[in-house]
C-alpha cells in the first residue's frame, strides 16, 4: 500500500466540500422544511460540493500520484 501524505490545509479544503455534499443531501432527504425551501438550500450546496470536490482531489491525485 502506497502512503500519500496530505498537507493539514488540504486535507480542510477537501473535508468542507465533502461536508457541503453531506448537508445538501441532508436538506433534500429531510422532511422539515418546504420542498421549495428544501430545494433552493439542498440543490446549490450539493452542487457546489461536488463541483469543488472533483478539481480539488484531481490536484491531489496528480501532486500524490502523478
Known amino acids: 500500500m502506497k502512503e500519500v501524505k ?7 479544503l477537501l473535508a468542507a466540500t465533502r461536508g457541503m455534499i453531506g448537508a445538501g ?13 428544501r430545494k433552493a438550500i439542498g440543490v446549490p450546496l450539493l452542487l457546489l460540493g461536488a463541483a469543488s ?6 490536484h491531489l491525485y496528480k501532486k500524490n500520484l502523478g
Not at 6 to 12: M, R
Not at 53 to 58: D, Q, R
Request: hydrophobic share 55%; charged share 15%.
Open 25 to 37: 443531501a441532508a436538506f433534500l432527504l429531510a422532511g422539515k422544511l418546504s420542498n421549495e425551501k
Open 53 to 58: 470536490t472533483i478539481p480539488i482531489a484531481m
Open 6 to 12: 496530505v498537507p493539514l490545509p488540504e486535507l480542510g
